[in-house]
């Protein structure tokens, strides 16, 4: 049998990560502060993409700490 992929988050809501919604960008983030793989995550591979650029720009700007 072969496994159902339930469907992205962003994708059922219709938009996309941005840099200023860190609690949205935390789904994203262990607890040690590195970017999650999308399989673990459950994001397609768009939004995965976009959400890795809007992380790295929130820690350019200090929202989000760069341990």
Do not use: W
Request: aromatic fraction near 6%; glycine fraction near 2%.
């Amino acid at each position: 049998m072969k496994k159902v992929n339930k469907p992205c988050v962003f994708c059922v809501k219709k938009e996309d990560p941005d840099y200023k919604k860190v609690d949205t960008l935390q789904i994203s983030l262990s607890n040690k502060g590195r970017i999650v793989s999308r399989f673990a995550t459950g994001l397609c591979l768009k939004h995965q993409r976009r959400m890795a650029v809007a992380i790295k720009r929130a820690r350019h700007i200090a929202l989000i700490a760069f341990v």
